[in-house]
Nanobody
Framework: QMQLVESGGGLVQPGDSLELSCTVS????????MGWFRQAPGKEREFVAS????????NYADSVKGRFTISKYNGDNMVYLTMNNLKIDDTAVYYC??????????WGQGTQVTVSS
């Protein structure tokens, strides 16, 4: 079974940068893309960014466009989310996810990002 493990979260100040990593193991051959989602306290999980298998097609939530970048390395075995100019509203648990066919079917356990002054 596919396994995703996030790392890199922490406590930062507004305006700081942070890079999240997702280590992928036992990747499913039906994987069509990778993505990042986040869930803030009291809110539903929301889409942040995605990247397709080719690495050429990337999508971002409007709230993070121009500040966050999704990338991958070594095929799909490492997926990154580089976050610049962090805002207090970016505080959330960030989850790495794999798209299996058309469904986000595999998830990591999440990593906490806290932006506070």
């Amino acid at each position: 079974q596919m396994q995703l493990v996030e790392s890199g979260g922490g406590l930062v100040q507004p305006g700081d940068s942070l890079e999240l990593s997702c280590t992928v193991s036992r990747r499913s051959p039906r994987t069509t893309g990778m993505g990042w989602f986040r869930q803030a306290p009291g809110k539903e999980r929301e889409f942040v960014a995605s990247i397709d298998n080719s690495g050429l097609r990337r999508n971002y939530a409007d709230s993070v466009k121009g500040r966050f970048t999704i990338s991958k390395y070594n095929g799909d075995n490492m997926v990154y989310l580089t976050m610049n100019n962090l805002k207090i509203d970016d505080t959330a648990v960030y989850y790495c996810a794999a798209k299996i066919g058309n469904i986000w079917g595999s998830w990591g356990q999440g990593t906490q990002v806290t932006v506070s002054s």
